[in-house]
């Protein structure tokens, strides 16, 4: 009797469902465990003073009066700490690299306003603060190093003297003929675009907390991390300690966007002093912290121009880019991280046969730059998207017409761009018509028509990109980092109380991956979603981690949950065939049941798990086998994500303040897991792309004094500011990634920033004014229309004369 | 430091009695006296929100205000919206139209939006955005945050739909 059995294809799924999420009734009830929630006993608090110079040397320091004060238990400096973790340093593969040690309070000299130079352990974060007052160093000021390009001259006052320059990285891509190009092309177009220096700005400030277990000769640290497996094994090395008595947990985390993704000296400080002083101890950062401390983004000066044939085809692009990444170079990414991949996207989704670029990273006497939603791209983004308008208006074309012209046809993949970077089969040019279509883009252009006929400032902006997600083991997220970033473990386990738990070394810090994973391990068992718990952000829980990045989780983790699931699976039906005395094609798994097919025979996981376990006799002794697997995934290349952004604004006369109206993005993700969890993502990729476009700054004087310190001067959007959104999704082709997933992550902040100061240009076309400095803060603006309209009043003079 | 004062309040309906130093805020004394950690702090300047709480019955800023002056008060905090095996409406709505992603700005979102919901019409969404203008979250874009709250305020409206 063989009935057909029903295929996997043809169950409900729970991927691409809208299924609501594990993690929220937890959260909703303020019954979520951030790290400054824990306060095992006997706690101490750490508070650091930082350093107040740009650039100087610790000429001295006196710490005694601060041990002295009440409630301190210690107060250490770098001297203190010496032989007690080797320095790490972030290696990297390109030649003309230098890297800079990691250290866990500066030592010798301190390179930018917000350096720990002094901890002071105490009984309360207020008694530590009390003692940082007494804390006295004598600092010789350096010269600071504050303008990028000064500081890449051979006269700069160095940094890191041992290196013998500032420019920590230096890079050149190349391909095809560009010269040649260039002097045969019909147009050409360029600019000078600079990104702005910002911060990332999670919510929940940094925090840390180490226990050492002398019993064990073990260390604990939970951190407020994205990358626990990166800190595990980065502190194995410094502490020299394996990975069984050094476990770094993420619980639950306040967004990161980056800012919580690379290994920070106070992880480290904390992890020491626990050793040390055989307490608990714990720093939790304030807002002056993190807007000096946590790595920054972006600040870019990116040099480009394209040259096109008489129909507005893309012959070739050149570009020359000057990244300030601060003051060291990132652990474990890089100071090329950045500046290198602009380098690496400015090609965009287009057919660019001749590219030229050299790149350079520079270091400057401020917070070090890190790793940030987008990566490169939204700088990469800006620039070539910009060149697009440029050139749609010298060649009189629509911006839409000129990029269906340049994009990459489907005909045309997988299309390796001119930096190396192979895009496989995306929905270019599906994003752009859907994202049209929706918008309603002709009768936008009426609209605006009118605006203009009535002296308004109104601007449509289109942007298109793409993205590498899920990128596996042939490359490196960062571009020459020797750590292999391209891989996931999960392991999946039945329990012998039916009980599912499938951990993956992914950290979720709001991305909702205990819901989607579980999704995707539920349609892979058979299992119900509410039996299946994800454990995440603990690096006891897989053998090898790394984090949640790069758009990598869905892609990386739950490629890797399905495989060990469909092991997993195997091994109950093989149980289920013993004990349902049925072949095991004929058993299907269904919502936690194993059923014979066409029958009513059926047991659930819960029985077959206490049958293979706990009860005698039931299986054959030996075909009894644990029902747990452990896989690892590696979709080796990594997959394309595209999508186009259209932003429409309007520009205050009076105020300058922008206003920015329906905002629509048709992006293509590849399968679904779950469709309210992917409009969040790109929703909040967007908001923070409006913050890049028009208001966040961080600002540094002349001193090297960051002026944008408090949330005050540092201005993230509010809810007026971010404009009501809609997100098209455009099911194209999938990929070849297990589960047929890209990574959608970080989409809405690069496509947003371009599609701004596209619209910002449009706006102000009819002066002249084309925008190639974000942010476009009202400031900028004005300064900009009142040169234009200066320069309109001089012609309109001079041709009264 | 010396000089402990007794503060007297009421937390989600609770008496509470304690001895604390004048200078310890009201977000310290809620998580680190008592506690209830499901207050948040994001900037310790009033300017994040995190931290909102409800101070007879109208919403504060813990991080700006010392525990002694709470003297006498009714407080408020997320905890006493409802537990997580039986959220309130408000809360449902929240995860509903999936309002929270890291839950690190949620607490203070809800303690917002509740005060919004019962004070004022909320006729539109540039109403509902303005009323939510002092928290700031970082993950949502606030869309679904907006239609979160146009839904519990609905619902409030008209319970029976």
């Not at chain 1, 995306?426 to 994003?431: H, I, K, N, R």
């Not at chain 2, 509902?128 to 002092?134: A, C, H, Q, W």
């Not at chain 2, 928290?135 to 679904?144: A, F, I, V």
């Amino acid at each position: 009797m063989t009935e057909p059995v029903e295929t996997l294809a043809a169950r409900p799924k729970s991927v691409g469902a809208r299924v609501r999420r594990t993690e929220d009734p937890r959260l909703l009830a303020g019954q979520g465990r951030y790290v400054d929630d824990l306060a095992p006993p006997r706690l101490l608090h750490v508070a650091f003073r930082r350093s107040d110079m740009s650039h100087a040397r610790i000429r001295g320091l006196d710490l005694e009066a601060a041990r002295g004060a009440p409630g301190v238990v210690a107060v250490v400096a770098a001297a203190d700490l010496e032989g007690l973790a080797k320095p790490l340093v972030a290696a990297s593969r390109m030649a003309s690299y230098h890297g800079t040690p990691l250290r866990p309070l500066a030592e010798g000299k301190v390179r930018f306003v917000g350096e720990p130079v002094v901890a002071v352990a105490a009984e309360s974060r207020y008694l530590a603060e009390d003692a940082l007052e007494l804390v006295d160093i004598d600092f010789e000021p350096l010269g600071t190093v504050i303008d990028p390009e000064a500081a890449a001259a051979g006269d700069a006052p160095l940094l890191h003297e041992e290196i013998g320059t500032n420019v920590l990285v230096e890079r050149r891509f190349r391909r095809g003929e560009p010269e040649a190009a260039f002097a045969a092309a019909a147009h050409r177009v360029g600019g000078s675009f600079r990104f702005r220096r910002k911060s990332p700005g999670a919510i929940e400030n940094r925090a840390c907390l180490a226990e050492w277990d002398a019993g064990r000769g073990a260390l604990t640290l939970h951190s407020a991390s994205g990358i626990p497996g990166i800190v595990r094994d980065a502190l194995s090395e410094a502490l020299d300690l394996p990975g069984h008595r050094l476990r770094v947990v993420a619980p639950d985390v306040g967004g990161s966007f980056g800012g919580k993704g690379s290994l920070y000296p106070e992880e480290i400080l904390v992890s020491l002093l626990a050793r040390r002083l055989g307490r608990p101890i714990k720093w939790t950062s304030d807002r002056l912290e993190d807007l000096t401390a946590t790595s920054q983004a972006f600040d870019e000066i990116v040099e480009a121009e394209m040259a096109l044939d008489a129909e507005g085809r893309v012959l070739a692009l050149r570009a020359e880019v000057l990244g300030d990444t601060g003051a060291y170079s990132i652990y474990p990414w890089t100071a090329g991280l950045e500046p290198v991949q602009v380098v690496g996207f400015l090609p965009g989704p287009y057919r660019i046969e001749h590219y030229e670029a050299h790149v350079r990273a520079v270091a400057t006497s401020k917070a070090p730059t890190g790793p940030y939603r987008g990566v490169g791209r939204p700088a990469a983004v800006f620039a070539t998207e910009r060149l697009m308008d440029l050139a749609a208006r010298k060649l009189g074309l629509d911006p839409k017409e000129i990029r269906l012209r340049n994009f990459v046809r489907p005909e045309d993949f997988p299309y390796k761009i001119g930096s190396g970077i192979v895009w496989d089969r995306s929905g270019f040019t599906e994003c752009l018509e859907a994202a049209c279509a929706r918008a309603g883009y002709p009768a936008l252009r009426e609209k605006q028509r009118q605006a203009r006929a009535e002296g308004r400032w109104f601007g449509i902006g289109l942007a298109s990109y793409a993205e590498l997600t899920g990128i596996g083991s042939k490359i490196s997220v960062a571009p020459g980092m020797p750590i292999n970033t391209g891989t996931e473990t999960a392991v999946v386990r039945i329990d012998s109380t039916g009980g599912i738990t499938a951990a993956v070394g992914i950290a979720s810090h709001g991305q909702g991956l205990e819901t989607t994973l579980a999704q995707v391990v539920a349609d892979e068992l058979g299992a119900r979603l509410e039996d299946i718990r994800i454990v995440q952000g603990d690096s006891d829980a897989v053998p090898n981690a790394t984090g949640t990045y790069a758009s990598r989780g869905a892609v990386l983790a739950g490629g890797a949950a399905i495989l060990a699931s469909r092991v997993v699976r195997e091994k109950l039906l093989r149980a289920a065939g013993h004990l349902l005395e049925a072949a095991e094609a004929d058993l299907e798994a269904r919502d936690g049941r194993v059923t014979v097919a066409g029958t009513d025979r059926s047991m659930s996981f819960r029985e077959i798990a206490r049958a293979v376990y706990s009860e005698i006799g039931r299986i054959p002794h030996d075909k009894r086998e644990e029902l747990e697997a452990t896989r690892l995934y590696d979709p080796y290349y990594g997959t394309t994500s595209s999508a186009t952004h259209v932003a429409t604004l309007e520009i205050d006369p009076e105020t300058y303040r922008v206003t920015l109206g329906a905002y629509l993005v048709a992006e293509d993700c590849g399968r679904i897991i779950n469709p309210m969890i992917v409009d969040g993502q790109v929703h909040g990729g967007v908001a923070q792309g409006v913050g890049a476009a028009l208001y966040e700054e961080v600002v540094y004087d002349a001193d090297g004094q960051n002026l944008t310190a408090s949330l005050v001067d540092y201005l993230i959007p509010s809810a007026p500011e971010v404009p009501p959104m809609t997100v098209l999704h455009v099911e194209g082709e999938l990929p070849a990634t297990l589960g047929g997933f890209r990574g959608m992550g970080e989409g809405g902040t690069i496509g947003a920033p371009a599609a701004i100061a596209n619209a910002l240009s449009d706006a102000l076309a009819p002066l002249g004014i084309g925008i190639d400095e974000l942010p476009a803060t009202p400031e900028r603006l004005f300064r900009l229309i009142e040169r234009a309209q200066q320069r309109q009043d001089n012609q309109s003079t001079g041709e009264e004369r | 430091m010396s000089g402990k004062r007794l503060v007297r309040m009421t937390v989600n309906g609770s008496p509470v009695e304690e001895a604390v130093e004048p200078r310890l805020l009201l977000s310290d004394f809620l998580r680190q006296v008592l506690g209830l950690t499901g207050t948040h702090v994001g900037c310790e300047h009033g300017v994040c929100g995190a931290c909102t709480v409800r101070v007879d019955g109208s919403t504060a800023r813990a991080c700006l205000m010392f525990a002694v002056q709470a003297e006498g008060c009714r407080i408020v905090t997320v905890e006493g919206l409802g537990p997580a095996e039986a959220l309130s409406p408000l809360q449902e709505a929240f995860r509903e139209h999936h309002g929270l992603q890291c839950g690190f700005c949620t607490p203070g979102m809800l303690m917002t939006a509740l005060d919004l919901i019962e004070k004022y019409p909320l006729a539109s969404d540039a109403e509902i955005r303005e009323g939510l203008s002092g928290n700031l979250c970082r993950c949502t874009g606030y869309e679904h945050i907006v239609a979160a709250v146009r839904a519990a305020a609905q619902r409030r409206r008209e319970p029976s739909s």
